[in-house]
């Protein structure tokens, strides 16, 4: 009886557990079952498409074959990726990467080995890819920029989603956008990813698929960006290095923007070599850098029209007078040298703009002081960010402007106040910065938020007030430094296409080296530390259109460098819309 | 034969059989769900043990015990012998050796072990009672032989059974309970002992079996697996071929030692409680044979039995369900396998032999009993 008794008991046991099992445990045990056998695939969205503002293509998705692996179905590690390599011609170098990143991966998802397989490359490796599990070819797409030469900086590229984006709810081996317009319209481009439920069975092989919701492709991006004048910025700065930004007066709309020297945006696709990588961090001439946005030189000349307007808004007598430019003005023991030696004699302020006369603005920031200029400045947009889309702009530089920062809260010297009247000392200032100053005195003062997206009702940040005539005196002043014989921009630009109002700036980079009797050293410059050029000005003179900075880093002289590749531009848009402006217009004025 | 009752007339015990043939219906229902989408042979073959088994269990029902008695001591050292040539001929399966190929068919030799060890325990002490050590020590020793080989192969198992059939039949043997007291007190210092002599793998399992989820993906994986796949069916199933733990392969052997979670997905507590309800039935039915058993004899190999399946029922259910650790031991009549499935048919025919010479002293072979 007892043993009957001790088996009946082992029996209700078991009985027990079953019911503990599948009666208490249930509903989680069968969520289990159910995570077992369905897994979550994403479907990853095309990205949309950037064009110009004409509808040209600047970036758009190229059909391809991706070939990735997913690590914990494969049987042979060494002897797969053996065979994959000698497929695809792997160098070690390439192997030994792969494997590693392999390694360092998730075993349950599929890792991107290789991107932009033409069909010929894939055909064998798919043919044979029963023989090896774990081994996944896929039609996919690829990114490719028709313009990646001009537009580098401009549109971005992309690249592998790292941690950060995972986070994000970013798919592993979805490419995200780094910089760029890629980056900054990410949201917009990138596209929703779709999911596919699988029913997959223990060796995580898909057995059927039991719902799918499809990915929805990224919404196209149209640009204001022409890609005319890009083409024609970057064929006028050549193999120099500098930046060019073209706006529409009236709508703030980012016509051209490029920087050089750029780099190739269609490497960064399959994952750039890091070798490739490092050497263009290395590179002194900077490529990764958009010079027209993410750096400020000092505006040089070009600042004179700001101190102009700052001398006409706060009264400084000298713009109603003249002085005289004996080619340099003395501060106590210093000589503030004019760019001309012989100097200019007595001037005015219209042709203290027209011939860049640096005694007259040195005595005009003199009379303003630090605070005046610098309250102009921060007006027509300087020290602050133009509102563009892209990342990482940066502000440039305004003495006096911060009155919160202890350094600015000090007296300024006298030789600190003229040296910025001028446009150099501690002033800085971006391209685009320039090229929206250009902007504004072109549209009466209208200072824009500038943007990259067309047809975008303007945004005007705030109107600049200007008393009675000063802006037409301004741009009457900028019209001659064209048309004028003794004008800086004269010989480069005269013959411009349609007419052009501007002003030249040449940055001293170094002070010049002088003998004891204060002659020039002459003799070969070096390339460092040649000056950079500047050339601001809009167009056409009359009803103007567009507007531009074009900036040349230790290109030399303003009007001989910066201003033939605005002529080149502006004679691209006079090309470009010829019907509007019959081509004898240009010299009306 | 005095004690024959006059209108007593032999016949077979058709209630045991009916009970084995159901179960016999229940496990090649759920073999098939186990093996219908890969193996349909073993489905086939399993119906050719059933046929093999039940002629054994027939030559076994037309055996006399008398007879039976003097075939136990040859039984064990044949046995014996196919235990010892494994090592030395069988085929090696996941590591373990406990195969002996004969031709086409493929012997377990250490199923057979457990049940001549079985019946040579059921005949020492049918003339003995197991409460001096003299009466003790002979079939201990007898057990220690084939343990150390089946330890060998190794088959951790089988061991564990031989153990707790020989501990269950001396205990029904007559064994002192204070004795048995002190065995179980004492068996820390036994467990200790196995522990240091058992391979790498076996401790692995024991470890696995106390905490399931430290290594979810190695070890661990049977048995969480088999935990989901039991747990998931609920009290009504997934429906006959419709588990998704064994038809997607995630449930291990699944057709062998874990046929039980196959069953308990697709059939839910329902299918468990009716499998379960239907050993409880055999093994009490083997025990009211033993009840009315004619001799000592009959009686201890009656209760053998039955604390046989009761053990294997035991362990194997308990192991699919992580109650005990994976230790490799079927399902009776359920899980895959020749070997086991002829010689537990063989168990039951001897059973039914027993039945058969009690010669009408079972109350409900009597006429008019309702379970005539």
């Not at chain 1, 004019?338 to 011939?355: L, N, V």
């Not at chain 2, 064990?76 to 090696?92: I, R, T």
Request: include cysteine; hydrophobic fraction near 45%.
């Amino acid at each position: 009886m007892v043993a009957s008794g001790i088996m009946l008991l082992l029996l209700l046991v078991v009985t027990g557990r079953l019911v503990q099992l599948q009666w208490k445990q249930h509903e989680g045990l069968f969520l289990q079952a159910e995570e077992n056998r369905m897994e979550m695939v994403p479907e990853l969205p095309l990205r949309g498409e950037i064009l110009d503002r004409h509808g040209v293509v600047l970036a758009q998705n190229r059909v391809s074959y991706r070939l990735s692996l997913i690590p914990e179905r494969v049987e042979h590690l060494s002897a797969t990726l053996d065979f994959l390599g000698a497929q695809l011609a792997w160098s070690t170098r390439q192997r030994q990467l792969i494997a590693r990143r392999i390694r360092h991966h998730r075993p349950d998802r599929p890792v991107l080995l290789q991107d932009k397989l033409i069909w010929s490359r894939a055909a064998p490796i798919a043919s044979r890819q029963y023989h090896w599990p774990g081994i996944e070819i896929e039609a996919s797409s690829y990114r490719y920029y028709p313009f990646s030469k001009q537009t580098s900086h401009l549109i971005g590229y992309l690249a592998l989603a790292n941690r950060h984006d995972l986070h994000q709810g970013v798919h592993s081996g979805e490419l995200v956008g780094r910089s760029g317009v890629e980056r900054a319209f990410e949201r917009q481009l990138h596209g929703t990813a779709g999911y596919r439920q699988e029913e997959v069975d223990a060796r995580g092989r898909r057995v059927r698929i039991l719902s799918r919701e499809p990915s929805q492709v990224g919404k196209p991006v149209r640009l204001s960006i022409d890609i005319v004048l890009q083409q024609a910025a970057s064929a006028a700065l050549g193999s120099r290095t500098g930046a060019v930004a073209v706006l529409d007066v009236h709508s703030g709309e980012v016509l051209a923007l490029l920087s050089k020297p750029g780099y190739n945006t269609n490497l960064f696709i399959t994952g750039l070599e890091q070798a490739r990588w490092n050497q263009w961090l290395a590179d002194p001439s900077k490529p990764l850098l958009n010079r027209a946005i993410q750096a400020a030189y000092p505006p040089a000349s070009t600042m004179k029209l700001i101190t102009a307007l700052a001398g006409f808004r706060f009264h400084a007598p000298l713009v109603h007078s003249t002085t005289v430019c004996k080619g340099f003005l003395t501060l106590a023991d210093r000589k503030l040298r004019c760019w001309k030696h012989r100097g200019h004699g007595r001037i005015g302020i219209t042709r203290a703009i027209i011939e860049s006369c640096d005694v007259f603005f040195y005595r005009l920031g003199d009379q303003l002081g630090m605070a005046h200029l610098s309250v102009t400045a921060r007006d027509w947009g300087l020290g602050e960010r133009t509102g563009i889309e892209l990342f990482g702009e940066v502000k440039g530089h305004i003495p006096g402007a911060n009155p919160h920062h202890i350094r600015e809260q000090r007296r300024w010297y006298r030789g600190e106040i003229m040296i910025s009247a001028i446009g150099q000392g501690s002033v800085t200032t971006t391209p685009l910065q320039m090229a929206r100053v250009a902007a504004t005195i072109a549209n009466g003062g209208k200072l824009l938020r500038l943007t990259l997206l067309a047809n975008q009702p303007p945004q005007i940040e705030r109107q600049i007030v200007v008393q009675g005539d000063t802006l037409q005196t301004i741009r009457q002043a900028m019209r001659h430094v064209v048309s004028s014989w003794s004008g800086t921009g004269h010989r480069a630009l005269s013959q411009a296409k349609l007419a052009t109002a501007g002003k030249t700036g040449t940055a001293q980079v170094v002070r010049t080296k002088r003998d004891a009797h204060g002659n020039k050293i002459k003799g070969r410059v070096m390339q460092r530390d040649r000056d950079h050029a500047w050339f601001m000005g809009y167009a056409p003179f009359q009803h103007p259109e567009i507007a531009l900075a074009v900036f040349v880093e230790h290109g030399g002289h303003g009007g001989k460098v910066a201003g033939p590749i605005a002529r080149a531009i502006i004679d691209a848009y006079a090309m470009e819309h010829a019907a509007k402006h019959p081509i004898n217009s240009a010299h009306d004025s | 034969m005095s004690d024959i009752q006059p209108w007593y007339r032999p016949r077979p015990d058709l209630l045991l059989l009916l009970l084995v043939l159901l179960l016999a219906v229940v496990g090649m229902l759920t073999l098939y769900s186990a093996v219908h989408q890969g193996n349909h042979v073993l489905w086939w073959r399993q119906m050719q043990f059933w046929g093999l088994g039940l002629l054994v269990l027939m030559g076994c029902t037309l055996l006399p015990l008398r007879l039976l008695g003097l075939l136990i001591w040859p039984l064990f050292v044949v046995s014996l012998v196919l235990l010892v040539l494994v090592p030395l001929l069988g085929d090696v399966q996941m590591g373990a050796r406990r195969w002996l190929t004969l031709g086409s068919f493929r012997l377990q030799p250490s199923e057979l072990v457990k049940w001549s060890l079985m019946l040579l325990f059921v005949h020492w002490f049918a003339s003995r009672s197991a409460n001096h050590w003299r009466t003790l020590l002979p079939p201990l020793l007898a057990c220690l032989i084939p343990i150390v080989f089946i330890v060998k192969q190794p088959d951790l198992g089988t061991a564990l059974i031989i153990l707790m059939e020989a501990t269950a039949l001396v205990i029904m043997a007559g064994f002192p309970w204070s004795w048995l007291l002190a065995m179980v007190l004492s068996s820390p210092l036994f467990l200790a002992l196995m522990w240091h002599f058992m391979h790498d793998y076996q401790k692995r399992r024991v470890r696995t079996f106390l905490n399931p989820q430290a290594d979810p993906l190695g070890a661990g994986y049977h048995v969480i697996q088999s935990i989901i796949a039991i747990g998931s069916g609920g009290i009504l199933g997934k429906g006959f071929l419709h588990g998704t733990q064994a038809r997607l392969h995630f449930l291990p052997e699944q057709h062998t030692d874990f046929i039980f979670s196959v069953l308990a997905e697709e059939g839910g507590l329902l299918a468990t409680a009716l499998l379960l309800l239907l050993f409880i039935l055999l093994i009490g039915r083997i025990l009211m044979i033993a009840a009315v058993a004619h001799t000592r004899f009959g009686a201890l190999l009656c209760l053998g039995v039955a604390s046989m399946f009761t053990i294997y029922t035991f362990v194997n259910i308990g192991m699919v369900s992580g109650l005990l650790p994976v230790v490799g031991v079927p399902l009776p009549f359920i899980s895959y396998g020749g070997s086991a499935l002829t010689t537990m048919l063989a168990a039951t025919g001897l059973v039914m032999r027993v039945a058969f010479e009690s010669r009408g002293n079972i109350p409900w072979q009597r006429p008019g009993s309702p379970l005539a």
